[in-house]
Nanobody, 123 residues
């Protein structure tokens, strides 16, 4: 069992920066690939990016590639999402999740989810 708690959301101006954190409980954190997703009002939850359990490989949705960076610190049981140059269309609730099986890009492949943190990007 892994419990995930996101933090760091808030209001940010377009072109600014924001870092989200996701703290995990349990000693199994380092055995999970992790993902970040987001969900805007009236829209489906969408993949933002992911990171392998070692932290050596990251992958991103085209919409955030080059602007967002995922990292993790297994000693601190934490995964991060650095958001640089955010745009108003990045406004959403952001979730971190621990991967179970299946495609890394599909929400249904993730076994554990945090409660989400709101990010609002003003123009």
């Amino acid at each position: 069992q892994v419990q995930l708690v996101e933090s760091g959301g808030g209001l940010v101006q377009a072109g600014g920066s924001l870092r989200l954190s996701c703290a995990a409980s349990g000693r199994a954190f380092s055995s999970y690939d992790m993902g970040w997703f987001r969900q805007a009002p009236g829209k489906e939850r969408e993949f933002v990016g992911g990171i392998t359990r070692s932290g050596l490989t990251t992958y991103y949705a085209d919409s955030v590639k080059g602007r967002f960076t995922i990292s993790r610190d297994n000693a601190k049981n934490t995964v991060y999402l650095q958001m640089n140059s955010p745009k108003p269309e990045d406004t959403a609730v952001y979730f971190c999740a621990a991967h179970g099986s299946g495609s890394a890009y599909a929400p249904s492949s993730y076994k554990y989810w945090g409660q989400g943190t709101q990010v609002t990007v003003s123009s």
